[in-house]
């Protein structure tokens, strides 16, 4: 036992006027700032202006957060939310008695969230007049690292639990049960964490001359590693248990497939923008 990392941390990380802010939040966020200012100096590099990329943060965040939360409530606990519909969008609990108990946003999917990115960035581009595949490839560069951020915060939360395991790096969550568990949620974010390095190594290299190939990178790199790393999860909901793949793995294998047709067509076709 004394190998394993014993992990009890508490979620809030501090009160402020007796609301409290979650690790979760703060990683969310601070996740968030640094993506922003990544992007920032890749479009200082590539001369876009600065407005541009304001309105492209707004659309991500929100279509990010609207998606991620819809993805969970809809494809893993329907039957719940569709029947407290409130709880989908606001982070309160509803009592028997009528009142609301705070209780955070403590369920979000990356599957909802990337399908909510692209139906939000076909809109922005229409209205725009601004190329989608360029809008996806420059939105491509930082999300990975969003990501990460993201399952470190799921990791601060002791949620999205990795199966029993006797590995020297085992986490034991203290707040969960005292069972050594894969920590498959930093099994995430290094993965993302790679992928975030990737992108920006053949960024410094090939720019944006390839149209698609960082959409491309993301969707394939990204779910390839979130598909492997379920086999080393706890099944999330009870309905699951009976499945050969989890719901995160078969959702994930059309966004592996169309993550690969991107990388094909950028591979064939360079083109300046």
Known sequence: MLAYVHWDLNPVAVRVAGIPVTWYSLLFIGGAVLCVLVLRRV???????????????????????????????????????????????????????????????????????????????????????????????????????????????????????????TVPWAFVFGRVDCLPRHPAQLYEALAYLAVFVLNMVVYRRLGLTRRGLYWGLFLFLVFSARFFVEFAKE??????????????????????LSGAVFLWNACRFSVRR
């Open 43 to 165: 479009y200082a590099r590539e001369g876009l202006p600065w407005f541009r990329l304001q309105q492209l943060v707004m659309v991500t965040v929100v279509s990010l957060f609207v998606g991620a939360r819809l993805g969970h409530c809809l494809f893993y606990e329907p039957d719940y939310y569709l029947r407290h519909p409130l709880e989908m969008l606001l982070p309160v609990r509803w009592e028997a008695d009528g009142s609301a108990v705070f209780v955070g946003y403590r369920g979000m999917a990356s599957h909802g969230a990337a399908f909510a990115l692209v139906v939000s960035f076909v809109v922005y581009a229409w209205r725009t007049r601004q190329g989608m595949l360029s809008l996806l490839d420059l939105l491509a560069l930082v999300l990975p690292l969003g990501a990460c951020f993201i399952r470190l915060g799921n990791l601060a939360n002791s949620e999205i639990l990795g199966l029993p395991t």
């Open 235 to 256: 099944r999330q909901v009870a309905f699951e248990e009976d499945f050969v793949l989890s719901v995160g793995q078969w959702l994930s294998i059309p966004f592996i």
